[in-house]
Structure formats: C-alpha cells, structure tokens
C-alpha cells in the first residue's frame, strides 16, 4: 500500500513556559522559541553553543535535527541542549530509526518489493533535492545507541515513544528529563 507522512508543519507538542524548538528551519510551533541559523528563526543560534542561560527551559526538543550532525559531536551537543534545561526539564528528539530501516530492507527483499528512497537512502543520508550539505544526513542511530548518548550526558527516566513527526513507521522518539 501507499505510505504517507505526517503532516510535519503541525506543532503536536504539549506547551510548556519555556521551550525550544531546536533546529526548527521552516517549521515554527507557537508558543515556542524556535532555534536555528536560518532566516526566519526566533533565536539565530548555533545548536552546539546556545545563547541561553542554564537551567531556565522547561522543554527542548530536537525533531529530525541530531543525524545530521557527526556522531563523535553528538555528546557535547545533546549536553548542550540538557544544560539549558531546567531540572525536571524535558528533552524530546526524533531520528529515522536504523532498526526500522534494516527490518524495511529485509522485509522489501524478503517480498521482492522495491526499495522506496525515503525508507532507506534519505533516511540514512538526507534527501539530495534539497541541494544543501546542512541537509545530509552524518549519521545513524539505533535505538540503542541514542538511549546511551541520553544515558551518558545525564538524562534520567529515558523513554521511547511513538514518533509524531515525518514517519512514525521509520523513525524514532525518545523522551526524558534532566
């Protein structure tokens, strides 16, 4: 059957005092500070030193923002985006899941379907008609490995759950708490 997306222009998270939309590009939720070097965004800000006082968010969230940067930064920057959070703050991040990628691939094989691009080639480096290297993707996660990242910088009550954006099929959320 057909697959079809979520509508990614529709903020779908809770509203919180403070909050910020990291790495939001085109996408603007209400009542949320929305972060990024592009044009347009409510804070012009690099995402790996943010001009924002520590421990004053209630929320953060990273949606299809963390792939594309490198693995070896990812530390330092999720601690970044935990550092502005207030204790009990809430960290959101969504990827394209590798686990659902793989299982994709098998199953496409398995049943001599054809490979859809989004599912695995754009999942796993970005999609080329955007023509623009911030786009790419530089890396892939398994559930596994983000849990640990979240683990390692400190995040406590680490739980996945259903993505709401772009794919839920294909990706993966992982919510927790400063």
Same mark, same amino acid.
Not at 16 to 35: C, E, F
Not at 39 to 66: K, N, R
Not at 154 to 176: A, L, W
């Given at each position: 059957?057909?697959?079809?997306?979520?509508?990614?222009?529709?903020?779908m =998270?809770?509203?919180?005092?403070?909050?910020?939309?990291?790495?939001?590009?085109?996408?603007?939720?209400?009542?949320?500070?929305?972060?990024?070097?592009?044009?347009?965004?409510?804070?012009?800000?690099?995402?790996?030193?943010?001009?924002?006082?520590?421990?004053?968010?209630?929320?953060?969230?990273?949606?299809?923002?963390?792939?594309? /940067?490198?693995? /070896?930064?990812?530390?330092?920057?999720?601690?970044?985006?935990r550092?502005?959070?207030?204790?009990?703050?809430?960290?959101?991040?969504?990827?394209?899941?590798?686990?659902?990628?793989i299982? @994709?691939?098998?199953?496409? %094989?398995?049943?001599?379907?054809?490979?859809?691009? %989004?599912?695995?080639?754009?999942?796993?480096?970005?999609?080329?008609?955007?023509?623009?290297?911030?786009?790419?993707?530089?890396?892939? @996660? @398994?559930?596994?490995v983000?849990?640990?990242l979240?683990?390692?910088?400190g995040?406590?009550?680490?739980?996945?759950?259903?993505?709401?954006?772009?794919?839920? /099929?294909?990706?993966?959320? /992982? =919510?927790?708490?400063?």
């Amino acid at each position: 059957g057909k697959i079809l997306a979520q509508n990614c222009g529709v903020c779908m =998270e809770d509203r919180y005092p403070t909050a910020y939309n990291l790495g939001s590009g085109r996408v603007h939720w209400d009542g949320w500070i929305n972060v990024d070097t592009a044009d347009g965004a409510d804070l012009c800000a690099d995402l790996h030193s943010l001009p924002v006082p520590s421990d004053s968010a209630d929320a953060v969230a990273a949606i299809h923002v963390l792939e594309h /940067f490198q693995i /070896f930064d990812a530390p330092a920057l999720i601690s970044e985006w935990r550092r502005i959070l207030k204790p009990g703050g809430k960290m959101i991040i969504e990827v394209p899941s590798l686990d659902k990628i793989i299982n @994709y691939i098998v199953w496409a %094989f398995a049943h001599k379907e054809p490979l859809a691009d %989004f599912m695995t080639l754009h999942a796993l480096y970005g999609d080329p008609r955007y023509r623009d290297p911030l786009m790419m993707h530089r890396w892939a @996660y @398994y559930a596994e490995v983000l849990r640990s990242l979240l683990e390692f910088v400190g995040m406590r009550e680490i739980k996945e759950e259903p993505p709401r954006y772009h794919y839920p /099929f294909r990706d993966m959320r /992982f =919510e927790c708490l400063k």
